[in-house]
């Protein structure tokens, strides 16, 4: 509802009195109305020990807070956008993606490695997500950036699906995810396919995408 | 099966056949998938003679398994190709997927491969089924007939399939020795019965510089 697509690569958002949204800082590229960005130390919600988390974990992208009313227009570095929308789930994205999100959502940092232990850690260095990633929960909506375009796989408990992790933007619901490797002794004398690595994403939700192996 | 998921993103529903792809493109699998090294220049040992000889540096991996599979490649376009026997010409580059039961191989081509940026070699695809071509900006196709030939850039020049013979045109004129040219060069035109498909962006060749 705040965020309206008006192509693939730019977001409308509308702001009101008392809805806040928090973007990326320099992510704004014309707005109409009364709206205030105020850069916001805190890199996002939370107070003080949040930040501290943040920063620990090397999630603290800058952030800014957008108030007041009227509509700002977002986009960047002429990435696509994906607009996804959480109705009480959680979405698991890596800071540097998001571009905006709705204030009603909650911010949140997680370890990696309390979802699989040493594995996890692992499969943080192997993705090149590092050790933490940055959730948000409730209901509203959330921009993402990917590189050329985004799809959408669901996953049901009968269908996990298996992601490069390269290629990995971000998932939502109630999954669990494992690095699988798919080593053989082709890899080992460097005649590999180049797919040694996986993400497996099991249980019941969505994965994203993008249609690149590149990093933003 | 090949379909696209979007226009940058190929999806490949598999029975228990396999399919050729380009190596490292796959995005996504569910399933069960299993992922095997090929290499570039045709099967077999004259394959691996001709690979040594040309340098074609295509490496192709086997995807072989049940479930579907997503392949993308650097958020390139993606167009499919339906092969009922004919023959597919296309740089190696932009290949990114063909069905298991089509041939690959390496072919030559001469002065015109040089002018291109890829090499003296290109790579052709044979027999009956589909293949996914990549092209940065989404690619046009353009019929040429016998009455109708075609002269293409050869920076944006993708592939090609049909009865089609190329020649190399050079326009080089005492202008384009002085530095004065118009940045065209080089062309290759195509004479016969077939499809060439042209991309709207161009690679850059020695002909763009003159």
């Not at chain 1, 999630?59 to 109705?87: A, Y």
């Not at chain 1, 490069?164 to 999954?175: F, I, K, L, S, T």
């Not at chain 2, 016998?146 to 089609?164: E, F, I, R, S």
Request: glycine fraction near 16%; include cysteine.
């Amino acid at each position: 509802m705040a965020f309206r697509e008006i192509n693939g690569k730019m977001v409308e958002a509308t702001v009101a009195p008392g809805q806040r949204l928090f973007s990326q800082r320099g992510a704004m590229l014309a707005y109409q109305g009364e709206v205030s960005f105020t850069p916001n130390m805190a890199g996002g919600q939370g107070g003080v020990m949040s930040m501290i988390g943040r920063r620990v974990a090397d999630e603290d992208t800058p952030l800014m807070t957008v108030e007041g009313s009227g509509t700002v227009l977002f986009g960047h570095g002429g990435h696509h956008i994906q607009v996804i929308r959480l109705s009480g789930d959680t979405l698991y994205v890596e800071a540097d993606r998001l571009l905006a999100f709705e204030g009603t959502l909650q911010q949140g940092t997680m370890f990696l490695g309390s979802q699989g232990g040493v594995m996890g850690m692992v499969r943080g260095q192997v993705s090149g997500q590092g050790l933490f990633t940055t959730t948000l929960k409730g209901h509203g909506a959330v921009a993402v950036m990917a590189h050329g375009g985004v799809i959408e796989i669901p996953i049901t408990p009968q269908r996990p699906v298996h992601v490069d992790p390269q290629a990995y933007v971000a998932h939502h619901g109630e999954v669990r995810n494992k690095l699988s490797t798919a080593l053989g002794w082709r890899d080992m004398v460097g005649r590999g396919s180049g797919e040694a690595f996986q993400l497996e994403l099991s249980g019941s939700g969505a994965v994203y995408v993008q249609a690149s192996e590149e990093k933003l | 099966m090949f379909r696209l998921q979007s226009s940058k993103v190929l999806a490949v529903d598999m029975t228990g056949d396999a399919v050729k792809a380009k190596n490292g493109s796959m995005v996504a699998y569910d399933g069960e998938m299993a992922f095997k090294k090929l290499s570039g220049g045709g099967e077999g040992i004259r394959g691996m003679v001709t690979r040594r000889l040309t340098g074609e540096q295509m490496t192709l991996m086997e995807v072989k398994g049940r479930g579907t599979c997503w392949f993308a490649d650097r958020a390139s376009e993606i167009n499919l190709v339906g092969l009922q026997g004919d023959k597919l010409y296309v740089e190696s580059s932009n290949l990114l997927a063909t069905d298991g039961g089509l041939r690959t191989g390496t072919e030559f081509t001469g002065l015109r491969g040089a002018s291109q940026g890829n090499g003296l070699f290109t790579t052709s695809v044979e027999g009956h089924g589909q293949a996914a071509i990549m092209s940065d900006g989404p690619a046009v196709v353009l019929r040429v007939s016998p009455q109708y030939p075609l002269t293409v850039d050869p920076g944006a020049y993708v592939a090609h399939q049909g009865n089609l013979r190329q020649s190399f045109q050079s326009g080089v004129t005492f202008r384009t020795l002085l530095g004065e040219g118009g940045g065209e060069a080089f062309q290759m035109r195509f004479e016969g019965d077939g499809l060439v498909y042209v991309q709207p962006s161009e690679r850059n060749t020695i002909a763009g510089d003159v």
